[in-house]
């Protein structure tokens, strides 16, 4: 008995249209795959024409400090934490040289007045990436946890702010927090990994 073909595509038309589907799922989800699953809530070439907020440097800020990429010494206390980002202008540009001034508290929130102590500058590379190994700072008397950094592009104003953690209890009650200085920092093999970009209106 005959069998009705009307409304059926042909034999050809019908491998092609089986044969494509596959790889129009295979596609979506490559797509879908690719899409970020979170924002980094740092400064990035998406915030072109936002600087960097600045904040007030505290009592605790000296000139003078030794130019060194890691502030970790014999003996000293607490979680360690690499801090890596980069410096660039609201163009979006790298700026090669610019200076990073840190400074912290210890592990138990206490700052060294005397030396320099969890203190140290140093300058970005050509590509204006910068690179601190440290340790996660206590916690100063009413303040949350962060870091102190001055940002310097060469031969331009000074930028002076301050870094936070995310997660942090304090960032509620600290009049000076704001969530658009927070790190991003993950657990790592032997420290925490953290990263900031800075953008400088330069």
């Keep these: 008995m005959a069998r009705n073909r009307a409304g059926w595509p042909g034999r050809r038309a019908f491998l092609r249209w089986s044969l494509a589907v596959p790889a129009v799922v295979v596609g979506a ?3 879908a795959l690719a899409q970020p699953r979170t924002l980094s809530p740092t400064p990035s070439c998406v915030d072109k024409g936002t600087p960097t907020p600045s904040q007030t440097a505290g009592p605790f ?3 003078q400090s030794p130019q060194r990429n890691s502030l970790l010494e014999p ?4 979680p360690r934490i690499v801090l890596t980002g980069s410096v660039m202008s609201t163009a979006c540009r790298p700026i090669p040289g610019a200076l990073l ?3 912290q508290a210890d592990n138990r ?3 060294d007045n005397t030396g320099f102590r969890l203190r140290g500058h140093q300058f970005a590379d050509e590509q204006g990436r910068y690179r601190l190994e440290t340790v996660v700072p206590g916690l100063y008397t009413g303040r949350t946890r962060h870091f102190h950094v001055r940002v310097q592009a060469p031969n331009q104003p000074i930028l002076t ?3 936070y953690f995310p997660d942090e209890p304090g960032n ?3 009049f000076i927090f704001r969530p658009e200085l927070v790190m991003t920092v993950r657990d790592g093999a032997g420290a925490k990994a953290g990263a900031f970009n800075f953008v400088l209106a330069a």
């Design 29 to 31: 989800r490559r797509q």
């Design 101 to 103: 001034d840190f400074w």
């Design 61 to 63: 800020f000296k000139p």
């Design 172 to 174: 509620r009650s600290d």
């Design 161 to 163: 702010t301050q870094l």
């Design 75 to 78: 003996g000293m206390g607490g």
């Design 109 to 111: 929130g206490g700052y």
